[in-house]
């Protein structure tokens, strides 16, 4: 079977602005990527068509075109909330040329919602939910749909829901990622910037699930169980990045890394042993992060750990990620940074119960940690998380598929007056972080090892003004 699967471009910055979101960090589709490489070892012929990619053009006419040139039998959409509506807008299209093209979508969100998006987009086949790779070979080989676990369907004017599909129990058994189907791959993807020295870079995904529950954090893919591949499929990996496409950076983006201490020793071990000739970013979380394991990691070559904090408040933090506290954190900051490793603090502004004392106390606590890095993201309420069920007790929540990305506030708590307060605090600790003479100073003494990384700005500067543009403090006018 001729098979396209597509990662819809979806909205991944600020509405009214120019999509900068790729211009700072461009990642490759992995989900993707590993559905791809499943189906053509069963024998298909798969392309890629990444809408966020190097040579996208924004604009849904040439996409399809460019689908439809392929002469696809079936076309899989991955979709996120944002990019969700983007995909469907393909879809509709392309139904409308060729009614005959199966459309399958998949992903996180369709994981959350289920059978209700067949109700409402009818240009959609069916769903395909939790784990990709085998629902969508079994789909390939035109197993009756039936039979197929892991699908929601139609059925005339029915629509089934068949049992979900058990996890793929053995990840080692999954090839590498079809990289070699992505256009501009590697050079064209790149990492945030700074968080590396060397390029070309790229990412990867080694286990799946997480047994923890935050409760901004949507479990519906992969569940609550926790899967993962070997040291020797990890090495293996790496050095199939390295020789096969000179990447010379690898940030593992696994929700848990180092949960599993075996595989993580065993995999350092051999990291040190037979240096794939890399540096790697990952990570830890907070009370799973011995002074052992840092020592580890820093010879086996990676560079930077980031660690999810969210917030500097102690309640916020009671609340949202129970089981970690202020004092631990401080403590792994200090650790890892002991460690001779960059510590990076991954924080979202704007939970349930937020307000602006609250975010005062999180931009305080951000400045203490002297961290070499931090992301700040823009909470966003997503359909699949515990959270979800009392979203409207909570506060003000524009549910607009479009701007659910963590980059635009669609949910305003109780306790701050409006969005453009909460932007405008936003605005201001994002600006306090990077102008902190501490931070900066830190920053200078680096310079030559972010060369790369300022070489790439230097290229891309217009875009990255533009974007810096954005986060300078509002100026309220009379005239709105």
Known sequence: MRIALVHPAGSNWIVGKKDLAATA???????????????????????????????AIPNS??????????APDLVGFSATTSGFLDGYDLATRIKAIRPHIQTVFGGVHVSAMGAILLNRFSAIDCLCTGEGEQTLSEIAAQKDWND??????????????????????????LPFPAYHRLAGFPHQYNLPLF??????????????????????????????????????????HMQYLRKR???????????????????????????????????????????????????????AGFLQI????????????????????????????????????????????????????????????????????????KFTPFYGAPVWKTIHEEGAFDEDWRQMNCLNFVFVPKGIDSK???????????????SDPEWRRKFRKRIWEHRNSIGYALKNLPALLAAKRNF??????SHH
Request: net charge negative; charged share 20%; with cysteine.
């Open 420 to 434: 453009e307060t909460l932007d405008q605090l936003y605005n201001t600790h994002v600006k306090r972080f990077y």
């Open 148 to 173: 197929i676990p892991g699908l929601i369907w139609r059925d005339g004017d029915n629509i089934r829901t068949n049992s979900p599909r058990p996890h793929i129990p053995d990840m080692d058994d």
């Open 61 to 70: 006419e040439t996409n399809v075109q460019i689908i439809l040139d392929y």
């Open 306 to 377: 980031s660690v999810g904090i969210e917030t500097g408040d102690p309640d916020l933090m009671a609340t949202h990620k129970p089981g970690v506290y202020i004092h631990e954190v401080q403590d792994t900051i200090r650790r890892i940074q002991a460690a001779g490793l960059r510590a990076k603090g991954l924080f979202m502004m704007g939970l349930p119960g937020e307000t602006v004392e609250s975010i005062q106390k999180t931009s305080n606590f951000v400045i203490s940690l002297g961290l070499d890095d931090m992301n700040m993201s």
């Open 195 to 236: 968080s590396y020295i060397h390029t070309p870079g790229a990412t990867m995904i080694t286990s799946r699930g997480c047994p923890y529950q935050c409760s901004y954090c949507d479990r519906s893919v992969f569940r609550r169980g926790y899967r993962y591949n070997s040291a020797e499929y990890i090495h293996e």
């Open 245 to 299: 496409f000179g990447v010379r950076h690898i940030n593992i983006y696994d929700d848990l890394f180092t949960a599993n201490r075996e595989r993580i020793t065993r995999l350092c071990d051999s990291l040190i042993s037979k240096p794939p000739g890399m540096h790697l970013n990952c990570a830890v979380r907070v009370g799973h992060a011995d002074t052992n394991l840092l020592n580890m990691l820093k010879a």
């Open 25 to 55: 960090n461009r990642m490759a589709p992995l989900g993707l990527l590993s559905i791809a490489a499943y189906l053509e070892r069963e024998g298909h012929d798969v392309m890629i068509h990444d809408c966020l990619g190097p040579f």
């Open 472 to 477: 300078e403090p509002v100026k309220s006018s």
